[in-house]
């Protein structure tokens, strides 16, 4: 599957509303932001305008809600604008607060989600970030109740199933699903929270929902209720008032279901919120038993720490597959000959990535001298070798490569990590750090020798006709 671009806003989005738990009006801005940046919340009320990275090991409670905190500052119930972001496969975005929780709106992540589509959405030059899901991970809390399971889609699409199972006669049992990310905005995002009227006095008394109202929310009476007792319920809110009525179980006269199974749909978008808070776009399949925040954070925690290993370790590749080039191919592009040939072979290309063979024998000439007794491949050769790769690369992009060479014009961040020795095979990726622009190409090289990091560079060459590069040497020297 090729790699797809980050993505950021087009513009900059308001929206105002009230906080469900600290009742507080709240001003939100989710602005665009740089590559590579990922999701920040920033408090703007706070002295110094603090940030917060969206990041699940920074989640430090999980009642009725997802609250971050880094360095004493706090955003409270961050996932339903991080699902909607989410959800639209925005990269990268600061949400700016100018209080302590993202607004409720109306329960659900649809107005987030409204904004920023009429906002619009811009590619970016930097490749996405995924976790690929290659083997099962599972997570169970036998005392919650809550098991999770992650396993590989063949096609490589982000999918979610939930069943939720309240043992309420009016809830039963539920299931909710997304085949794609795709799907979420128009299946998943206007699906609003949801509580059981029975715990709505409970979370008042525990200085919760203080913004709550039948506007926000789903209530659902989970066994018959008198009017003395909704009348007591509604007192202890704040609201009695309000003409609140249910028949038997039910859901309050006030709303009605967009879905049959909206509940599980909104335990559906909450996991996509807390899985935000991985920092990757998942290509898996994610089953949910009776979710949660706190598992939903905790399996986050799990799918994060997967995603580090993933970046940490080396790649796999085929070495005995058929090359994409092999050496007669490759002397037909380079120019380069015995002994300054290095590449033995190209294994793969695609539009931004290459990768290349040098099999480093006893018979290489620079062991003669480097150093007798005891042979070690040059760095400056092993940085030789991966420019090669990359001019192949280069030259691949010209419809007569043979006429083209490519030149060195600078070299950052070179890094020798291991020796490279005699009987070794290193494998060299690189890969395009921005468009190739007026023959100038940027490229991030990465050399594997069993499995681990030999060396690295970032490296910036021009492909330049060869009777372009005659003229400029005879004008030279004239």
Known sequence: MTPAKQRTLKTAITL???????????NVHILPAPENHGYVFQRMDLEGQPTIPADCDLVVSTQRGTTLEYKGARVHTTEHILAAIYGCMIDNAIVQLDGPEVPIMDGSAKLFVDAILAAGIVEQDAERKYLVLNENIAYEDKEKNVEMLAVPTNGGEFR??????????????????MYELDHFNEEIASCRTFVFLGELAVLAK??????????NAIVLAERVYSDSEIKEILKQLGRENLDVRVEGMGVLNTVKLQFENEPARHKLLDIVGDLALTGRFIRGHILAARPGHFGNVEFAKIL???AKKQKDAAPTFDIFKKPLYDINDIAKMLPHRYPFLLVDKILEMNETSIVGIKNVTMNEPFFQG???????????LQVEAMAQVGGIYALSQVEDPENYSTYFMKIDGVKFKQKVL???TIIFKLTLESPIRRGLVNMRGVA??????????????????DRVAKETTQEATA
């Open 16 to 26: 105002t509303g009230v906080g469900l738990h600290t009742g507080s009006i709240v």
């Open 160 to 177: 979610l199933t939930v069943m939720v199972d309240y043992n309420s006669p009016v809830l039963g049992t539920q299931h909710a699903h």
């Open 206 to 215: 525990n200085g919760l929902i203080k913004g709550g109202s039948l506007d």
């Open 304 to 306: 994060k720490g997967l």
């Open 370 to 380: 480097h150093f007798p007794g005891n042979p070690v491949m040059p760095g400056v």
């Open 422 to 424: 005699p009987g070794d």
């Open 448 to 465: 594997y020798v069993n499995g681990k990091e030999a060396c690295e560079a970032l490296m910036l060459a021009q492909v330049v006709r």
